[in-house]
């Protein structure tokens, strides 16, 4: 019965086999060529089913300096592949009663300070001794090279503590495979170069298999050297001074070679069945749990796969023998690219392999967002991230984008926007994507959506920009204290509370604390409060970003407020849209950025955003900042000192549409009577239409004129201030057009600074003053976020009559790879991400 039954579950493998073979054969090729053309691949492969070649391919070259093409003999640095040739040496000394694998290693390594590390936990990575390598780097003279008895030495020198107590847990150990080595040495009293050849490479007539090292001149013919890519341009990466170790790797050998090799490990050609059988059992811990790896191999799948890479200087490589269909899978490449050894191992495995595709940005001036010069480069792009820039020539059939000779640069980040709320509606985000904005940060002024609120959004409906948050100190208010009951101080059982939701939303990756101190949810919140919640934010390593107290008349006191809140919760501060908002204080910018700087230089990291207009855009209410709404001398004091009736428009007002669109002064012409008492009715009806529809909101905006170039120029400019819109679709013009608006009037007309720096400011340096990483940058390795536009003809067209006008020069716009936006209109694409504290 047994008999048939495994008789059945042969033909059963094999018709597995044969329906997939042409297709493995077809993917690995497909797959590999594909990455060869576009420079992703150097190597050889190898595919054998019953120890039977069924596919083999070899591409590229030796060396990058001979360009010498690779062949079926070539001998690549194995890396980590080679433990597995040290553990099975160490098994024929076991099986020759010479060793017993559970020998302490001190019985062969007397000097060797760990106590209680046995062969065994060497041959698993259960020995808890650390790696050699960062000590070695750290303790090295100039100019010394290491070995493995030297590495020895470095141990009895710098006697390490062992990580763990041996046997209790699994941890990769390069530093015991060398001293597996050793101990092969100082046993057969033979070099391991010597101990290979005679045990291994003769008995099964392997060609192209030897141990190597930088000591070693004896160099053949088909050996591989690494290397490295960046950028475009190949650079030798092979062995260096650590190279002059065996054992955790340095084993060469060719595709050819290893499959002989994984062959006789079926047989008895080296070791016993019943050794074997130890090699490829999964380590048992102390506690009884077994780990996934044998000795010197990785257990995918128990008595069925097991599987090594090999990753070292210019080297990438994976073995796979499937036992139970008894398939083979060998790569070997030089290159850090390791898209090639993902997709074979996917196609092995029985999955589609994933290879993101390229494309070519040529015919561009490029400035990267670090302020540097203008220049004439190539951006490559490769799934979501920029690959390369530099000089580069395009692969075969590589799509390639024409700038036309036009400026590329990162994507813009708004750090102080407020169209989230608009994007379920709207995902296609024009209001951004029109000047350039790729990533809108959201949560600002004290209100903000909760992470998971966000992630659903975000879920149900994607966009074609990437999100992130803060989290909103009047949010959280509003959670723990009531929507009504805002106009107080919070108990300390409801600051507990407030402490704990902000934790939580940070832990689940808001960028940190914001505020909106000036509106009256934040208000009455007493500066202990705020300083105990950004405590909470300085925890989590993230910031807190506030719209200030006030921007008017105790605005010192403000400034003042979120310096303290720096220096005491020790965390960095940024200014929400500076701006001075009171006519007495126009044109004292300078000496407040005088003020700022030197908190800065008392170690206080003290960061400003800033959007380009003299007009704000706001409820009337912040028009009187001792909140005395019903006071005449307070309407007189706004009209004399905070802003300009004749130049300040209503923007929204549900109980009488009619004022939409007029200034006050207008509004106070129509209603026959004079402007501070026309002010009060406007605060006074707008109050009382919300007690009737409580439902209601955004039942009043103003546009209030009130700020002045001689105090935007020297904002804007400050090297610590960073661009952004504080827009919202609809309602004040720099919800369209903000970024063109400096890039056009302030750069271009007035030029108050170089486009190199204004766009660092709409990109680097937003990106660190709101904690983002990988962003705002075009270079290698960066999400592929990026604009192309002229700047000869970049500029807003929004204006208070038409704010959601749409912006010149804005060529083209890509979000994480995927072109979102082009000759001013979507492309319907949605790649936008919701971004996370990372
Ligand atoms: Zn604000």
């Given at each position: 019965m047994r008999h048939i039954l495994s008789y059945l579950f042969v033909i059963l493998s094999i018709t597995f086999c044969s329906s997939q073979l042409a297709n493995i054969s077809d993917q690995l090729d497909t797959a590999l060529t594909k990455l060869y053309n576009t420079g992703r691949f150097n190597g050889a492969v190898l595919y054998a089913e019953h120890g039977k070649i069924l596919f083999q391919k070899s591409l590229g070259v030796t060396d990058i300096t001979s360009n010498r093409p690779l062949t079926w003999e070539s001998s690549f640095n194995l890396a980590s592949i080679s433990k597995q040739f040290v553990a099975i040496c160490v098994m024929m000394l076991d099986e020759k009663g010479k060793?017993?694998?559970?020998?302490?290693v001190k019985k062969y390594?007397?000097?060797?300070?760990?106590?209680?590390?046995s062969i065994r936990h060497l041959l698993t990575h259960t020995s808890g001794i650390p790696d050699y390598e960062s000590l070695f780097i750290q303790n090295r003279s100039p100019l010394d090279t290491l070995d493995n008895e030297k590495m020895v030495k470095l141990f009895v020198n710098l006697k390490p503590s062992t990580?763990?107590?041996?046997?209790?847990k699994w941890n990769y150990s390069n530093t015991a495979y060398i001293l597996l080595a050793v101990i092969i040495e100082r046993i057969s009293k033979q070099t391991l170069t010597y101990f290979v050849n005679e045990n291994i490479v003769k008995p099964l007539g392997l060609k192209h298999t030897y141990v190597h090292n930088?000591?070693?001149?004896?160099?053949?013919?088909?050996h591989v050297r690494g290397f490295s890519e960046n950028d475009g341009k190949r650079v030798i990466n092979d062995l260096f001074y650590?190279?002059?170790?065996m054992g955790d790797g340095n084993f060469y050998a060719s595709t050819g070679d290893l499959l002989n090799w994984e062959q006789a490990l079926?047989?008895?050609?080296?070791?016993?069945k019943s050794t074997l059988i130890k090699v490829f059992s999964p380590v048992k811990l102390k506690d009884g749990t077994k780990y996934p790896y044998g000795f010197g191999w990785f257990i995918d799948k128990e008595n069925e796969q097991y599987s090594h890479t090999g990753s070292w200087v210019g080297f990438k490589n994976l073995i796979i023998r499937d036992v139970k269909n008894q398939r083979t899978l060998i790569f070997l490449s030089s290159g850090d690219n390791e898209l090639a050894r993902n997709a074979v191992r996917s196609i092995f495995n029985g999955s589609a392999a994933s290879i993101p595709v390229t494309f070519l940005i040529t015919n561009i001036r490029l400035?990267?967002?670090?302020?540097?010069p203008a220049g004439n480069v190539s951006v490559r792009i490769e799934g979501d991230k920029i690959s390369a820039v530099g000089d580069l020539k395009p692969y075969k059939d590589e799509i390639i984008e024409d700038g036309q000779g036009k400026i590329l640069a990162p994507g813009f980040i708004d750090?102080?926007?407020?169209i989230e709320s608009s994007l379920n509606r709207m995902p296609e985000a024009i209001a951004a994507l029109n000047q350039g904005i790729t990533t809108i940060v959201s949560g600002q002024d004290g209100g903000s959506y909760l992470m998971d609120t966000l992630k659903m959004r975000f879920e149900k409906t994607p966009r074609a920009v990437n999100v992130a948050t803060y989290t909103g100190h009047a949010t959280l208010r509003e959670m723990?204290?009531?929507?009504?009951?805002?106009?107080r101080m919070s108990t300390p059982e409801e600051l507990v509370k407030m402490k704990n939701l902000l934790a939580e939303e940070l832990s689940k990756g808001s960028l940190g604390l914001s505020t909106g101190l000036e509106y009256e949810e934040g208000f009455y919140a007493s500066r202990y409060e705020v300083i105990e919640l950004a405590k909470v934010a300085a925890n989590a390593k993230t910031r807190y970003i506030s719209h200030i107290r006030?921007?008017?008349?105790n605005m010192s006191e403000a400034i003042d407020e979120i310096i303290d809140i720096g220096r005491i919760a020790k965390l960095p501060v940024q200014i929400s849209?500076?701006?001075?908002?009171l006519k007495d204080e126009w044109g004292t910018g300078p000496a407040l950025l005088a003020k700022l700087q030197s908190a800065r230089m008392d170690g206080i990291d003290i960061t400003a955003d800033c959007y380009p207009y003299d007009f704000w855009n706001s409820?009337?209410?912040?028009?009187?900042p001792k909140k005395n709404f019903t006071s005449l001398s307070g309407s007189n004091y706004a009209i004399d000192h905070l802003f300009d009736p004749f130049g300040?428009?209503?923007?929204?007002f549900t109980p009488e549409?009619?004022?939409?669109?007029?200034?006050i002064a207008e509004i106070a012409n129509m209603r026959k009577e004079n402007i501070a008492n026309t002010l009060l009715y406007l605060v006074a009806a707008a109050e009382s239409y919300e007690k009737d529809?409580?439902?209601?909101?955004?039942i009043e905006t103003i546009m209030g004129k009130s700020m002045t170039d001689s105090d935007i120029v020297p904002f804007l400019s400050w090297a610590h201030t960073n661009i952004c819109s504080?827009?919202?679709?609809?309602?004040?013009?720099r919800g369209f057009g903000a970024f063109t608006r400096v890039l056009g009037?302030?750069?271009?007309?007035?030029?108050?600074?170089?486009l190199e720096n204004a766009i660092q400011k709409m990109t680097s340096l937003a990106a660190e003053h709101v904690g983002?990483?990988?962003?705002g940058v075009i270079a290698s390795?960066?999400?592929?976020d990026m604009v192309l536009l002229d700047p000869k003809i970049?500029?807003?067209?929004?204006?208070?009559?038409?704010?959601?006008a749409l912006s010149d020069g804005i060529l083209a716009v890509w979000v994480n790879g995927v072109k979102v936006y082009k000759d001013k209109t979507s492309t319907k694409k949605y790649p936008g991400k919701l971004l996370l504290k990372e």
């Amino acid at each position: 019965m047994r008999h048939i039954l495994s008789y059945l579950f042969v033909i059963l493998s094999i018709t597995f086999c044969s329906s997939q073979l042409a297709n493995i054969s077809d993917q690995l090729d497909t797959a590999l060529t594909k990455l060869y053309n576009t420079g992703r691949f150097n190597g050889a492969v190898l595919y054998a089913e019953h120890g039977k070649i069924l596919f083999q391919k070899s591409l590229g070259v030796t060396d990058i300096t001979s360009n010498r093409p690779l062949t079926w003999e070539s001998s690549f640095n194995l890396a980590s592949i080679s433990k597995q040739f040290v553990a099975i040496c160490v098994m024929m000394l076991d099986e020759k009663g010479k060793l017993n694998i559970d020998d302490n290693v001190k019985k062969y390594i007397p000097e060797l300070p760990n106590e209680n590390v046995s062969i065994r936990h060497l041959l698993t990575h259960t020995s808890g001794i650390p790696d050699y390598e960062s000590l070695f780097i750290q303790n090295r003279s100039p100019l010394d090279t290491l070995d493995n008895e030297k590495m020895v030495k470095l141990f009895v020198n710098l006697k390490p503590s062992t990580e763990f107590e041996p046997g209790t847990k699994w941890n990769y150990s390069n530093t015991a495979y060398i001293l597996l080595a050793v101990i092969i040495e100082r046993i057969s009293k033979q070099t391991l170069t010597y101990f290979v050849n005679e045990n291994i490479v003769k008995p099964l007539g392997l060609k192209h298999t030897y141990v190597h090292n930088v000591y070693n001149s004896n160099i053949p013919a088909t050996h591989v050297r690494g290397f490295s890519e960046n950028d475009g341009k190949r650079v030798i990466n092979d062995l260096f001074y650590i190279d002059g170790v065996m054992g955790d790797g340095n084993f060469y050998a060719s595709t050819g070679d290893l499959l002989n090799w994984e062959q006789a490990l079926n047989t008895e050609k080296l070791i016993k069945k019943s050794t074997l059988i130890k090699v490829f059992s999964p380590v048992k811990l102390k506690d009884g749990t077994k780990y996934p790896y044998g000795f010197g191999w990785f257990i995918d799948k128990e008595n069925e796969q097991y599987s090594h890479t090999g990753s070292w200087v210019g080297f990438k490589n994976l073995i796979i023998r499937d036992v139970k269909n008894q398939r083979t899978l060998i790569f070997l490449s030089s290159g850090d690219n390791e898209l090639a050894r993902n997709a074979v191992r996917s196609i092995f495995n029985g999955s589609a392999a994933s290879i993101p595709v390229t494309f070519l940005i040529t015919n561009i001036r490029l400035i990267d967002g670090t302020n540097i010069p203008a220049g004439n480069v190539s951006v490559r792009i490769e799934g979501d991230k920029i690959s390369a820039v530099g000089d580069l020539k395009p692969y075969k059939d590589e799509i390639i984008e024409d700038g036309q000779g036009k400026i590329l640069a990162p994507g813009f980040i708004d750090t102080h926007s407020h169209i989230e709320s608009s994007l379920n509606r709207m995902p296609e985000a024009i209001a951004a994507l029109n000047q350039g904005i790729t990533t809108i940060v959201s949560g600002q002024d004290g209100g903000s959506y909760l992470m998971d609120t966000l992630k659903m959004r975000f879920e149900k409906t994607p966009r074609a920009v990437n999100v992130a948050t803060y989290t909103g100190h009047a949010t959280l208010r509003e959670m723990v204290m009531g929507n009504h009951d805002l106009n107080r101080m919070s108990t300390p059982e409801e600051l507990v509370k407030m402490k704990n939701l902000l934790a939580e939303e940070l832990s689940k990756g808001s960028l940190g604390l914001s505020t909106g101190l000036e509106y009256e949810e934040g208000f009455y919140a007493s500066r202990y409060e705020v300083i105990e919640l950004a405590k909470v934010a300085a925890n989590a390593k993230t910031r807190y970003i506030s719209h200030i107290r006030s921007e008017d008349v105790n605005m010192s006191e403000a400034i003042d407020e979120i310096i303290d809140i720096g220096r005491i919760a020790k965390l960095p501060v940024q200014i929400s849209h500076l701006k001075i908002a009171l006519k007495d204080e126009w044109g004292t910018g300078p000496a407040l950025l005088a003020k700022l700087q030197s908190a800065r230089m008392d170690g206080i990291d003290i960061t400003a955003d800033c959007y380009p207009y003299d007009f704000w855009n706001s409820t009337i209410r912040v028009l009187f900042p001792k909140k005395n709404f019903t006071s005449l001398s307070g309407s007189n004091y706004a009209i004399d000192h905070l802003f300009d009736p004749f130049g300040s428009v209503m923007v929204r007002f549900t109980p009488e549409p009619s004022y939409i669109g007029k200034t006050i002064a207008e509004i106070a012409n129509m209603r026959k009577e004079n402007i501070a008492n026309t002010l009060l009715y406007l605060v006074a009806a707008a109050e009382s239409y919300e007690k009737d529809y409580p439902e209601a909101s955004g039942i009043e905006t103003i546009m209030g004129k009130s700020m002045t170039d001689s105090d935007i120029v020297p904002f804007l400019s400050w090297a610590h201030t960073n661009i952004c819109s504080d827009g919202a679709i609809g309602g004040h013009p720099r919800g369209f057009g903000a970024f063109t608006r400096v890039l056009g009037y302030y750069v271009r007309d007035k030029k108050i600074m170089s486009l190199e720096n204004a766009i660092q400011k709409m990109t680097s340096l937003a990106a660190e003053h709101v904690g983002l990483k990988k962003r705002g940058v075009i270079a290698s390795g960066y999400y592929a976020d990026m604009v192309l536009l002229d700047p000869k003809i970049v500029k807003d067209n929004s204006d208070i009559k038409n704010p959601s006008a749409l912006s010149d020069g804005i060529l083209a716009v890509w979000v994480n790879g995927v072109k979102v936006y082009k000759d001013k209109t979507s492309t319907k694409k949605y790649p936008g991400k919701l971004l996370l504290k990372e």
